[in-house]
């Protein structure tokens, strides 16, 4: 009994595809980061918020990030 339930499962993974080896292995995605000067600002702005401890503190890092990603030269 234990055999033909175990066997009905093994086909079942079979016909499904389960524990095979991929024929096909696709690339991984990567998200699309920005360019190296807006990702620092990014982070220093990220950074800055988790550390403000007031409402004021927080829009002193939003004008930072904002004064930081201006002098970042334009994306071509």
Do not use: F, H
Not at 18 to 47: F, K, L, T
Request: hydrophobic share 40%.
């Amino acid at each position: 009994m234990r055999l033909a339930i175990l066997v009905g499962l093994m086909s079942v993974g079979l016909l499904a595809g389960c524990g095979g080896v991929e024929s096909d292995v696709e690339e991984p995605v990567q998200a699309m980061r920005p360019p190296p000067c807006e990702y620092a600002c990014e982070i220093a702005r990220n950074y800055c918020l988790r550390n403000a401890p007031t409402p004021e503190a927080v829009e002193a890092c939003r004008a930072d990030y904002l004064l930081c990603a201006s002098d970042c030269p334009a994306p071509l």
